[in-house]
């Protein structure tokens, strides 16, 4: 038995808000999907005529909003009117790393998790399915099944309203989020009433194969989506671990990971070292995993997460030192060009990007930086580095140095250094010749993304650093 679910709202047009409930409208063309948000900006963004304007870039977006928009899909600001027409509300807002009082540090703060369940309370009418999508830490579902219990005992004598709770964790990566989405490799529904888990399959059914989706408990599937991303997490610090031990002995990263990917046991993904990784996720899931495990008294396996932390940041701190060796030990009144921000390619998003560690790293020591992303706005880069830096408490000024570059000839004109941190395929066609005229001699080269091909640079008179290439001269120079 299952429920007839005929209008679905999500609560959170974001990341990962806006593109699953994009991909659930095209595919379920009977449903009406309501995107609801309290950023009137953001929902504005989502109803710009002009596709260029949407508030998330990810490739193959535009068309689906096209199709869609204003026929089954729709985004609005009206909470309280999205939620109680809706059978179905998917809960998808952020919920970020607390910064004070219990737990600060590790623990994600629920508070708009919270704020979303009030208002499911308050707002619905007669049953509704209450479905978490954001990424959450263990035993969430308890905290919004608290709240929307006990606002079932108050209304009991007004009204009828009735609540189950499943957790369907996203796991769509950004910048292939509507692939992702589209082909997912499995569907975790958790949950206890059967009805309102068939309701939620029946949605899916329409373009997923059934024997991708998997029924579990509601706690199985919120350790899942933490379990998946710390593994994930765990293979790149892993590699990145192994790129510094290939620029001591003189082996390629690059060659080490094919081979040991190619053993079907390991598999091939996940093993390209770079930057350290970064995107809303990883670092907040581990934390979280951290924390729980704390919580149970479990010291040692909270050691042994934390460790993938504690190397992704070494990764950041090392790549500068790097940086900075290779300048002369100093990077005052340098100027260092900066190719990519966001902390992976094809998206805009910034969030725990390995740039803003290491751009704020490089302003310490004195650089002057000229920055260029092919989708990340100036504003953004600036308000990442200026919150950085207050979070780290840094008291100086660098504002005045950090700078947009509209070009790749305006960002190496004068350059010392340039720095490559997104793995944006535009890059890759970057005519490194004319750069090298623009550049102050002797200049250098970064490339933390395995993006140059060492063979176009045999004549060149450029220094070039491959992370992780120990075969390179310039790496041991
Ligand atoms: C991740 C999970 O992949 C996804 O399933 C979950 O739903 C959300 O978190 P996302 O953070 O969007 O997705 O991107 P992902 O592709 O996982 O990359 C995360 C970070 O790891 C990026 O900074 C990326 O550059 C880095 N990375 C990834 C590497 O450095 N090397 C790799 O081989 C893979
Ligand atoms: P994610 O990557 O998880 O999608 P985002 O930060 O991109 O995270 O999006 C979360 C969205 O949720 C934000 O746009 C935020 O304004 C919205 N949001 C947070 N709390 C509420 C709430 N109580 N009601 C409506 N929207 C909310």
């Given at each position: 038995?299952?429920?007839?679910?005929?209008?679905?709202?999500?609560?959170?047009?974001?990341?990962?808000?806006?593109?699953?409930?994009?991909?659930?409208?095209?595919?379920?063309?009977?449903?009406?999907?309501?995107?609801?948000?309290?950023?009137?900006?953001?929902?504005?963004?989502?109803?710009?005529?002009?596709?260029?304007?949407?508030?998330?870039?990810?490739?193959?977006?535009?068309?689906?909003?096209?199709?869609?928009?204003?026929?089954?899909?729709?985004?609005?600001?009206?909470?309280?009117?999205?939620?109680?027409?809706?059978?179905?509300?998917f809960i998808s807002v952020n919920t970020p790393t607390k910064q004070s009082g219990l737990g600060a540090g590790e623990a994600s703060d629920l508070k708009y998790i919270?704020?979303?369940?009030?208002?499911?309370?308050?707002?619905?009418?007669?049953?509704?399915?209450?479905?978490?999508?954001?990424?959450?830490?263990?035993?969430?579902?308890?905290?919004?099944?608290?709240?929307?219990?006990?606002?079932?005992?108050?209304?009991?004598?007004?009204?009828?309203?009735?609540?189950?709770?499943?957790?369907?964790?996203?796991?769509?990566?950004?910048?292939?989020?509507?692939?992702?989405?589209?082909?997912?490799?499995?569907?975790?529904?958790?949950?206890?009433?059967?009805?309102?888990?068939?309701?939620?399959?029946?949605?899916?059914?329409?373009?997923?194969?059934?024997?991708?989706?998997?029924?579990?408990?509601?706690?199985?599937?919120?350790?899942?989506?933490?379990?998946?991303?710390?593994?994930?997490?765990?293979?790149?610090?892993?590699?990145?671990?192994?790129?510094?031990?290939?620029?001591?002995?003189?082996?390629?990263?690059?060659?080490?990971?094919?081979?040991?990917?190619?053993?079907?046991?390991?598999?091939?993904?996940?093993?390209?070292?770079?930057?350290?990784?970064?995107?809303?996720?990883?670092?907040?899931?581990?934390?979280?995993?951290?924390?729980?495990?704390?919580?149970?008294?479990?010291?040692?396996?909270?050691?042994?997460?934390?460790?993938?932390?504690?190397?992704?940041?070494?990764?950041?701190?090392?790549?500068?030192?790097?940086?900075?060796?290779?300048?002369?030990?100093?990077?005052?009144?340098k100027k260092i060009g900066i190719l990519g921000f966001s902390f992976k390619a094809n998206t805009n998003d910034t969030r725990e990007s390995p740039a803003i560690n290491?751009?704020?790293?490089?302003?310490?020591?004195?650089?002057?930086?000229?920055?260029?992303?092919?989708?990340?706005?100036?504003?953004?880069?600036?308000?990442?580095?200026?919150?950085?830096?207050?979070?780290?408490?840094?008291?100086?000024?660098?504002?005045?140095?950090?700078?947009?570059?509209?070009?790749?000839?305006?960002?190496?004109?004068?350059?010392?250094?340039?720095?490559?941190?997104?793995?944006?395929?535009?890059?890759?066609?970057?005519?490194?010749?004319?750069?090298?005229?623009?550049?102050?001699?002797?200049?250098?080269?970064?490339?933390?993304?395995?993006?140059?091909?060492?063979?176009?640079?045999?004549?060149?008179?450029?220094?070039?650093?491959?992370?992780?290439?120990?075969?390179?001269?310039?790496?041991?120079?």
């Amino acid at each position: 038995m299952s429920v007839a679910v005929k209008t679905i709202c999500c609560i959170g047009a974001g990341y990962v808000g806006g593109p699953t409930m994009a991909v659930i409208a095209d595919k379920c063309r009977d449903l009406k999907v309501i995107v609801v948000d309290l950023n009137k900006e953001k929902i504005d963004s989502w109803n710009n005529e002009d596709l260029s304007k949407l508030p998330i870039y990810e490739p193959g977006l535009k068309e689906l909003i096209k199709r869609c928009r204003g026929k089954n899909l729709f985004f609005s600001t009206k909470v309280k009117q999205s939620i109680a027409q809706s059978d179905m509300v998917f809960i998808s807002v952020n919920t970020p790393t607390k910064q004070s009082g219990l737990g600060a540090g590790e623990a994600s703060d629920l508070k708009y998790i919270e704020s979303s369940a009030r208002s499911i309370a308050e707002y619905a009418i007669g049953h509704t399915i209450v479905v978490e999508k954001s990424t959450i830490p263990v035993k969430t579902a308890e905290v919004i099944k608290t709240i929307l219990i006990s606002s079932q005992n108050d209304l009991k004598k007004k009204s009828s309203k009735s609540f189950s709770v499943l957790s369907n964790p996203e796991f769509l990566a950004e910048g292939t989020a509507i692939d992702d989405l589209i082909n997912p490799s499995r569907v975790l529904i958790g949950g206890e009433s059967t009805s309102s888990i068939n309701a939620l399959v029946n949605i899916y059914k329409n373009w997923v194969d059934e024997e991708k989706i998997i029924k579990t408990n509601i706690w199985s599937s919120e350790l899942s989506k933490l379990t998946a991303n710390a593994f994930l997490a765990q293979r790149v610090s892993s590699i990145n671990s192994i790129s510094a031990l290939c620029e001591k002995t003189g082996a390629d990263i690059s060659e080490v990971a094919k081979a040991v990917g190619m053993d079907y046991r390991i598999g091939k993904n996940f093993l390209k070292s770079g930057p350290g990784f970064g995107g809303s996720c990883f670092k907040k899931d581990i934390l979280n995993l951290v924390y729980i495990c704390k919580l149970y008294g479990l010291n040692e396996v909270a050691n042994y997460w934390n460790e993938v932390l504690e190397i992704n940041h070494w990764q950041q701190n090392r790549l500068t030192n790097i940086i900075l060796k290779k300048l002369f030990n100093t990077a005052t009144n340098k100027k260092i060009g900066i190719l990519g921000f966001s902390f992976k390619a094809n998206t805009n998003d910034t969030r725990e990007s390995p740039a803003i560690n290491i751009c704020t790293n490089l302003l310490i020591d004195g650089a002057n930086l000229s920055i260029y992303d092919p989708k990340v706005k100036f504003q953004e880069i600036y308000n990442n580095l200026k919150d950085f830096k207050n979070s780290e408490d840094i008291s100086f000024n660098y504002e005045d140095r950090i700078c947009m570059a509209s070009s790749y000839e305006e960002l190496a004109n004068g350059a010392d250094a340039i720095l490559i941190l997104t793995e944006w395929n535009e890059f890759k066609k970057i005519q490194w010749s004319k750069i090298s005229k623009l550049m102050r001699k002797p200049s250098w080269i970064f490339d933390c993304r395995d993006i140059i091909d060492l063979n176009d640079f045999v004549e060149s008179d450029l220094n070039i650093w491959k992370l992780g290439f120990g075969s390179n001269v310039d790496n041991l120079k």
